[in-house]
């Protein structure tokens, strides 16, 4: 039988069977445990954010109890001739920091349309329970975001 070491099916079968870190549980019982990996595609969310003054908004907030993983997006924004900000950033926590995962700049007093696609080779894991965002910082002016995110969640049960 090929044994395969998931910290989350250990984490999960220690809550379950209530040990500690270091317990060790039957070959008996860990024989029976069918690990089973749960993937709800969740594909265009498409989250139009239009913002007259500094900010951005929540795209999308990750499951608490899922893994959350972004395998692409689509951004575009467009600024009218006044508007004084010089950049536009997609951002989410990765391993606990605030990570900037995709950037626009621009010209500031600049009208026009922006656009940015990306197709990540490999997934980014997004820490659960957070959100990824999109902002820009103006003072002037009007923008409108849409951004949209290519992900995927995946959830790790014992049957």
Same mark, same amino acid.
């Given at each position: ?7 989350? @099916? ?5 809550? #379950? ?11 008996? #019982?860990?024989?029976? @445990? ?7 595609? #969740? ?18 907030? =990750?499951?608490?109890?899922?893994? =959350? ?40 007093? =600049? ?12 997934? @980014?894991? @997004?820490? *659960?329970?957070?959100?990824? =965002? ?24 014992? *049957?």
């Amino acid at each position: 039988m090929v044994r395969h070491y998931n910290p989350s @099916i250990a984490e999960d079968t220690q809550r #379950i069977f209530n040990t500690k870190s270091g317990d060790t549980v039957s070959p008996e #019982i860990m024989d029976k @445990i069918q690990p089973v990996i749960s993937i709800d595609p #969740i594909i265009d969310i498409v989250v139009p954010v239009t913002k007259a003054t500094t900010g951005g908004g929540v795209v999308h907030p =990750t499951n608490a109890d899922r893994d =959350t993983y972004l395998t692409g997006l689509l951004f575009s924004a467009t600024a009218d001739v006044l508007a004084t900000n010089t950049s536009y950033i997609i951002s989410a926590f990765i391993n606990g920091v605030d990570t900037q995962i995709a950037k626009i700049n621009k010209q500031t007093l =600049t009208a026009g349309d922006h656009q940015l696609t990306l197709k990540f080779k490999y997934p @980014i894991k @997004i820490d *659960r329970g957070t959100n990824i =965002t999109q902002t820009s910082t103006f003072g002037a002016g009007a923008v409108n975001f849409t951004t949209t995110l290519y992900i995927y969640e995946e959830e790790t049960t014992i *049957r």
